[in-house]
């Protein structure tokens, strides 16, 4: 088994863009993520998990707010 990391921060407020990550350069090709967001009234906050869709992991970043996620295969 193995987990890769993924961070996505974003510094702006507004609609926030779909932000997309590609997973198959990584060697993971199927599996989901769990995401934990950081912001003023949270603190690495679970989220619900997020499936990987043919090689990439699509999410929303909510703004000023930092978001990790673990990719598990």
Known sequence: MGRITLLGLRRWTGPPPPVSFA??????T???ATPYVTDNSRSTARQ???PDTEGSLKATVPARS????TVRR
């Open 30 to 32: 199927k599996g989901a």
């Open 66 to 69: 930092l978001v990790t996620s």
């Open 23 to 28: 997973l198959r350069s990584s060697g993971f």
């Open 48 to 50: 619900q998990a997020v």
